[in-house]
Each structure stands twice: as C-alpha cells, then as structure tokens.
Nanobody, 128 residues
Framework: VQLQASGGGSVQAGGSLRLSCDVS????????IGWFRQAPGKEREAVSC????????YYVDSVKGRFSLSEDGAKRTVYLQMNALKPEDTAVYYC??????????????????????WGRGTLVTVSS
C-alpha cells in the first residue's frame, strides 16, 4: 500500500485547510490511519488517528475542537479538516497507515512505530 498526503498550503491564522490522505489499495476498513506533524526544529507529533471500520477517532489535545477527521471509502481517502488554524500548527503533515488496530486508543495512536507505511508530507504554513 502507498499513501499520498495533499492539501497543504499557506493560510493566515484563523483560516482553514483540508488535508487528504489517499490510500492506494484495499479498503479503508482494513486500516488504521494516523496523521502526524513535524514542525521545524521539533520532534514529530501525533495529531489524530481513525479506525474507519469503527468510526473511532482520536485527537491530540491541542487540536480538539478545531480539527476533524472524515473518510470517503469509495475514494479510499481520509480527510483532516483543520479550522481556526494557529501559527503553532505550522508543520509538515504526514499520514501513515497500519493494518487495523482493533483495540485502538490514543496511547497507541500517538506512537509513530504503530504505523508501518508513511506517505510524503504536505507543508502547512500558518502566518499570524
């Protein structure tokens, strides 16, 4: 399987972007999809993850209420809608996949090594 993240860009604070993660094969229900980000000079951070089969979603505290996940099974695409963007959201965003993790929790979502396939990142820049 291959992943392709897209949708990044430059916006002003308070703006919105929608990132897409296209999955090359299979059905979304067979995967757990995670979104991570890495800001300049900082470590990679888990942002959110989803089990499409169970519609289970998790978010890091800093984006709760602003970011939301959705998916389109027919397109094999997971979306990360990002609203009320802040300069601290500036980062390269990556999507990653794992075979579906049945007992998914945030404690697992936030672990990069739980995901074995990674797409290229897409840059999000938020200016103040």
């Amino acid at each position: 399987v291959q992943l392709q993240a897209s949708g990044g860009g430059s916006v002003q604070a308070g703006g919105s972007l929608r990132l897409s993660c296209d999955v090359s094969e299979g059905t979304l229900d067979s995967y757990t999809i995670g979104w991570f980000r890495q800001a300049p000079g900082k470590e990679r951070e888990a942002v959110s993850c989803i089990n499409p089969a169970a519609d289970t979603k998790y978010y890091v505290d800093s984006v709760k209420g602003r970011f939301s996940l959705s998916e389109d099974g027919a397109k094999r695409t997971v979306y990360l809608q990002m609203n009320a963007l802040k300069p601290e959201d500036t980062a390269v965003y990556y999507c990653a996949s794992s075979p579906r993790i049945r007992s998914l929790s945030w404690a697992i979502c936030r672990l990069a090594f739980a995901f074995d396939v990674w797409g290229r990142g897409t840059l999000v820049t938020v200016s103040s």
